[in-house]
């Protein structure tokens, strides 16, 4: 389990298909492989947001935990989905519980690393928002379909 | 016996014999009456139920009788109501049922079929609007056979009009004044200081076969040439003009014209205009029982695309605003009927106009829908 | 323009009087949806075809167009999904067997499954819009072969919306059927995607210049599952919805379900994407 593989994977991946190969070189740096098994947390609401995830393997419930009630899961990322992207933004905190559902193998990306250099080179900073923001879209756009309620008689 | 196409004349009480030897024949005769201060169809014996030498004034959103300076009979243009009523009655029992052990029986013919009817006095408007309907209830197939039997036997005597109204635009719609093909009888009434006479066109051999037990004699050229006169003259007093080069493109067109927020001010959305069209054709289908839920019935009657619970699905309505179903009310007659049935849904017989309490006018809206495309 | 109603290639000679059957079984599905099973009473039914509805009558109660979900060819008694919404649906829901309703159908146009021989198949379906695609894919899988990928693409409001659990589970043990199924939100219990039906679109194997989608939902789904397949390459004219509106009569007379020219009930309520699209993104049409 070396920088290699995290490497090719990350070359391979759409969320960083068109970045330069010293990006790419860079970001793989600050990665390294994990593992989860089921029922174990990525992380918690609330907890210091520093990674990035990407998933290899297995699926993720992202989950509202309230008092007196069950969690609810607002989405299941899997296989090839990224999750987390409150590293780049203050005040750099997990917004939902990131639980495994399954046996989950997952890059994880130094969010404090990237973040320092996304300010210190500008240029990648505004290539990683661009694929930040086009995921968040999609995702928002999900949301609201399912705000619609789109089921009820 | 005279031929189909021929033409006779006979005097008012050639008329008034043409009426008994209908009556005589089985059928109820409908023709113009004047209740309630308009001029509508009811069931007459005597042609002295016709509204002679009375005519009507009509504008938009305004009705108004009048007495003529003669005894014309057919002296006036529609009324409110239409030949829908007879062919298409407001309210009717589809079938009746009884629940026993085993499920339910139908009960048979619960309501009897009332005498075949004559219609004395469609105007050309009329004649083609029952032929919208007939595309619409499918009289060749098996669509509707409670209309289908009505149609077939209801026995048609035309008029030609003289007097057109003034919301008609039968003319621009290709309807009128002339009758078209479709009638047993067609008469165009021929009056002036010396004689009161109609001259009758044979469109079918049941017509020939009534008017053979009426006194008439051949009409001449002068006669033909008077019928004539009598329809032209008519042709050029048309209170309305619709254009419909291109309509149907021109309202598919016009989903998101801003013209349907101002006449949505407007209209009421009461639905006077579907109830006085002679072509719509909406209705509602009404399941009811009795206390015990032993007898069951399945009613029809006339429903309107006005109303707000027309387009209910669930728990909302398609067309919520008052906009989408004036839209959906003139798009449909003039554009989207045409790709249903072939034909256009509008006639030009103006009752829309007149009988709107706000005083809409379909040949209006089109134009200004037209404008606002073409700006 | 004439059309003799016609079933099982016999002219109707009432089409507005229901044919009597008796309810065979019924299967509560969820909190307010609920299958029956219907028989005649008086001699073979007539075919239905998937994707075609009747109009089920609760004695002196009411009518309401239900699409087939099951055995429309007859071979046993007809199925019927049903969900309680007014006064008819909800006497239909509590119908018990032995219950004599009435049928009136069947009525509309089809989806024409085996138009997609030798073609890719995506089928999307959002919650009670799985009950009449359940025929179209009980006939791909009764002749599986004579088709290419097929995907079956479900989306619901929770795992307690989820229609026919156990035949869905029953079709993603079979490898020749991509099936995913995904809810809008779930509690812990659920392991499968979550998230809106249309998400699961990228996910699915298909060619879009050849493969015919047939979708299936309310309305909103439809129009952004549609958006979805073609903003992924497919034709509108490969692509088929089904469409819902208010019926009365289900035979093209009453004009309650009429959606521009179309009458739902006669004209659909299968339609291709490319014939109804326009109509479906105006509004109050």
């Known amino acids: 389990m070396g920088i290699e593989p995290l490497h090719t994977l990350l070359r391979e991946h759409p969320f960083f298909s068109g970045l330069e190969e010293p990006d790419i070189e860079f970001i793989a740096g600050c990665g390294r492989n994990v593992v989860f098994e089921p029922g174990e947390y990525l992380f918690h609401e609330g907890e210091d947001a520093d990674q990035m995830f990407i998933v290899r393997r297995g699926r993720v419930a992202l989950e509202i935990v309230a008092p007196g009630r069950e969690p609810v899961v607002l989405d299941s990322p899997a296989e090839g989905d990224v999750i987390g992207f409150s590293w780049l933004f203050p005040p750099y905190r997990w917004q939902f519980d990131g639980r495994a559902l399954e046996p989950v193998r997952a890059v994880a990306l130094d969010g404090v690393?990237?973040?320092?250099?996304?300010?210190?080179?500008?240029?990648?900073?505004?290539?990683?928002?661009?694929?930040?923001?086009?995921?968040?879209?999609?995702r928002l756009q999900s949301a609201r379909l399912r705000l619609a309620d789109m089921y009820r008689p | 016996m005279t031929g189909l196409g021929s033409r006779v004349v006979i005097d008012r009480a050639g008329l008034q014999a043409l009426v008994v030897a209908l009556r005589g024949a089985g059928y109820r005769v409908i023709a113009p009456t004047i209740r309630a201060g308009a001029i509508v169809p009811d069931e007459i014996s005597s042609i002295d139920d016709l509204p002679a030498g009375w005519t009507d004034e009509q504008e938009a959103g305004r009705y108004r009788?009048?007495?003529?300076?003669?005894?014309?009979?057919?002296?006036?243009a529609t009324g409110p109501r239409s030949w829908k009523e007879s062919l298409f009655p407001p309210r009717c029992l589809l079938w009746r049922a009884e629940r026993d052990d085993h499920g339910f029986e139908v009960v048979e013919d619960p309501v009897p079929a009332p005498r075949p009817a004559a219609f004395l006095g469609v105007r050309g408007c009329e004649l083609a609007a029952i032929q919208v309907q007939d595309r619409v209830f499918g009289v060749e197939g098996f669509a509707d056979p409670g209309y289908r039997a009505r149609r077939l036997q209801a026995f048609v005597v035309a008029v030609n009009c003289g007097t057109p109204g003034g919301t008609c635009f039968c003319v621009s719609m290709g309807t009128g004044p002339a009758v078209g093909p479709g009638f047993d009888l067609a008469l165009t009434e021929l009056l002036s200081r010396d004689a009161h006479e109609f001259c009758v066109e044979v469109g079918t051999e049941r017509g020939a076969a009534i008017l053979a037990a009426v006194p008439s004699r051949s009409a001449g050229p002068d006669d033909e040439a008077a019928a004539q006169r009598v329809v032209e003259g008519a042709t050029r007093q048309m209170g309305r003009k619709l254009e419909t080069s291109g309509i149907k493109e021109l309202l598919y067109g016009s989903y998101e014209s801003p013209r349907w927020d101002e006449v949505a001010a407007r209209c009421l959305a009461c639905g006077n205009c579907t109830l006085a069209c002679p072509t719509c054709f909406c209705h509602a289908v009404e399941d009811t029982s009795d206390l015990e839920g032993r007898t069951a019935e399945r009613w029809r009657s006339w429903d309107s695309c006005f109303s707000l619970d027309f387009t209910r699905l669930g728990a909302g309505k398609i067309r919520a605003s008052t906009r989408s179903r004036y839209r959906q009310w003139l798009t449909h007659k003039l554009a989207t009927w045409i790709d249903q049935f072939g034909t256009s849904g509008c006639v030009g017989c103006g009752r829309c106009i007149t009988w709107c309490p706000v005083g809409i006018d379909i040949t209006e809206e089109v134009r200004a829908i037209r404008r606002t495309q073409e700006a | 323009m004439t059309f003799p109603i016609e079933t099982a290639g016999a002219p109707l000679p009432e089409p507005m009087l229901p044919r009597q059957y008796r309810v065979r079984s019924r299967r509560r599905e969820t909190h307010d949806v609920v299958t029956l099973a219907l028989e005649p009473l008086h001699g073979p039914g007539p075919r239905c075809r998937p994707g075609q509805f009747n109009m089920l009558y609760a004695f002196g109660i009411g009518e309401v167009p239900i699409s087939v979900s099951g055995n429309p060819t007859g071979r046993g008694p007809v199925l019927h999904t049903i969900r309680a919404v007014g006064l008819a649906s909800r006497a239909l829901c509590d119908s018990r067997p032995e219950t004599v309703v009435g049928v009136r159908g069947p009525f509309g146009t089809d989806?024409?499954?085996?138009?997609?021989?030798?073609?890719?198949?995506?089928i999307v379906a959002g919650g009670i819009g799985l009950a009449p695609l359940r025929p179209a894919i009980h006939e791909v899988l009764a002749h599986r072969e004579r088709y290419g990928r097929v995907?079956?693409?479900?989306?619901?409001?929770?795992?307690?919306?989820?229609?026919?659990?156990?035949?869905?589970?029953?079709?993603?043990?079979r490898f020749d059927l991509d099936v995913r199924v995904t809810v809008d939100a779930a509690d812990g219990s659920w392991h499968g995607p979550v998230g809106v039906v249309t998400e699961l679109i990228p996910?699915?194997?298909?060619?879009?210049?050849?493969?015919?989608?047939?979708v299936c939902g309310p309305e909103i789904m439809i129009h952004f599952a549609a958006r979805s397949l073609l903003d992924h390459g497919f034709d509108p004219n490969n692509v088929r919805v089904s469409l819902e509106r208010n019926m009365k009569c289900g035979i093209g007379l009453c004009g309650h379900c009429q959606l521009g020219p179309e009458f739902v009930c006669r004209d659909g309520p299968v339609f291709t994407y490319a014939r109804v699209g326009r109509l479906l993104a105006t509004r109050e049409v």
């Open chain 2, 65 to 76: 009788l009048r007495r003529r300076d003669d005894d014309a009979l057919f002296g006036y």
């Open chain 3, 203 to 214: 996910r699915a194997s298909f060619d879009p210049k050849s493969a015919l989608a047939l």
């Open chain 3, 151 to 173: 995907s079956v693409l479900i989306g619901a409001r929770g795992p307690a919306e989820l229609l026919y659990p156990a035949e869905i589970q029953r079709w993603r043990s």
């Open chain 1, 113 to 138: 690393c990237l973040r320092d250099k996304c300010e210190e080179d500008k240029r990648l900073g505004y290539e990683l928002m661009k694929r930040v923001a086009s995921i968040v879209l999609r």
């Open chain 3, 111 to 122: 989806w024409a499954v085996e138009s997609a021989s030798g073609r890719d198949l995506v």
